[in-house]
T-cell receptor
Framework: EPEVTQTPSHQVTQMGQEVILRCVPISNHLYFYWYRQILGQKVEFLVSFYNNEISEKSEIFDDQFSVERPDGSNFTLKIRSTKLEDSAMYFC???????????????FGPGTRLTVL | GENVEQHPSTLSVQEGDSAVIKCTYSDSASNYFPWYKQELGKGPQLIIDIRSNVGEKKDQRIAVTLNKTAKHFSLHITETQPEDSAVYFCALSGSARQLTFGSGTQLTVLP
């Protein structure tokens, strides 16, 4: 069964450094998402991406964040200058749009644990 | 924006008993309601979802009910097994595709 994959599984970085988190969405999916989950808290939406541009973003997704689909398979989240509060699990998700405009089902990857020291 | 409240935060049941988790929401435009199971160290895994044009959906031991008038939806797990132990999240979306998640329920099934 196709699945979303993410690398690395764990990333440790120093405050102020740039990190890039990578995702390979399910191959025929057209919408891509990033969510984060701070330890012990709920999953929070960051951004969605469709047709090579951001379609929605939350207040969390400020100028320090950017997303890119550099090729036909990868989807990346870049944090330019990491802060301590960026420490969290970051989940990538993807979906295939349903006919009739119904909300499509999102499938999540296993996550990248980002630790900012 | 959309908001969703999830209860209880923790739930312990004996193996074989049923478990019920409830979520309430405020935005009447919400029309898609998935439930995700998250095991330790893993990503959320979709277990069942329901759309606003139906009131109930069942898949083997798992069922979801939706009451749009009262703005609540519930997850029902029957004949619970130890492997059902995990954190369960309700979520919803409406006009936007982004999912808004509940705060999660830690379900423990005692053997």
């Amino acid at each position: 069964e196709p699945e979303v994959t993410q690398t690395p599984s764990h990333q440790v970085t120093q405050m102020g450094q740039e990190v890039i988190l990578r995702c390979v969405p399910i191959s025929n999916h057209l919408y891509f998402y990033w969510y984060r989950q701070i330890l012990g808290q709920k999953v929070e939406f960051l951004v969605s991406f469709y047709n090579n541009e951001i379609s929605e973003k939350s207040e969390i997704f400020d100028d320090q964040f950017s997303v890119e689909r550099p090729d036909g398979s990868n989807f990346t989240l870049k944090i330019r200058s990491t802060k301590l509060e960026d420490s969290a699990m970051y989940f990538c998700a993807s979906s295939f749009p349903l006919a009739g405009g119904s909300t499509d089902t999102q499938y999540f990857g296993p996550g990248t644990r980002l630790t900012v020291l | 924006g959309e908001n969703v409240e999830q209860h209880p935060s923790t739930l312990s049941v004996q193996e074989g008993d049923s478990a019920v988790i409830k979520c309430t929401y405020s935005d009447s435009a919400s029309n898609y309601f998935p439930w995700y199971k998250q095991e330790l160290g893993k990503g959320p895994q979709l277990i069942i979802d329901i759309r606003s044009n139906v009131g109930e959906k069942k898949d083997q031991r798992i069922a979801v009910t939706l009451n749009k008038t009262a703005k609540h939806f519930s997850l029902h797990i029957t004949e619970t097994q130890p492997e059902d132990s995990a954190v369960y999240f309700c979520a919803l979306s409406g006009s936007a595709r982004q999912l808004t998640f509940g705060s999660g329920t830690q379900l423990t099934v005692l053997p």
